[in-house]
Nanobody
Framework: DVQLVESGGGSVQTGGNLTLSCTYT?????LGWFRQVPGKGRESVGS???????AVSDSVKGRFTVSHDTLKNTLYLQMNELRPEDTAIYYC????????????????????WGQGTQVTVS
């Protein structure tokens, strides 16, 4: 079992930066970042495996960075050059199976979720 808590969301102007954090109680095999806007499904943003393989979705590649501090039990999402279309609720999620080798995570595979944190870009 694992519990996850996100923090760091907020409102920012277009072009601004934010860093989200996700602290967890037990290190899982795979951690992921997802985002969701009303009326749409959860979109994957990035992931990291417990042995350090990090992947970032093509939709945010070059602007978003996923990092993981295992000593602090914390997953990070550094978001740069934010755009209005990045506005969403951002979630971290965990599962006790390996991340896909191609980094193509799917929300349905994750059984543990944080409460989400709102990011608004205007």
């Amino acid at each position: 079992d694992v519990q996850l808590v996100e923090s760091g969301g907020g409102s920012v102007q277009t072009g601004g930066n934010l860093t989200l954090s996700c602290t967890y109680t037990t290190i899982p095999f795979c951690l992921g970042w997802f985002r969701q806007v009303p009326g749409k499904g959860r979109e994957s943003v990035g992931s990291t495996s417990n042995f350090g393989r990090i992947a970032v979705s093509d939709s945010v590649k070059g602007r978003f960075t996923v990092s993981h501090d295992t000593l602090k039990n914390t997953l990070y999402l550094q978001m740069n050059e934010l755009r209005p279309e990045d506005t969403a609720i951002y979630y971290c999620a965990a599962k006790f199976s390996q991340c896909p080798e191609d980094g193509g995570i799917w929300y349905g595979d994750f059984g543990y979720w944080g409460q989400g944190t709102q990011v608004t870009v205007s």
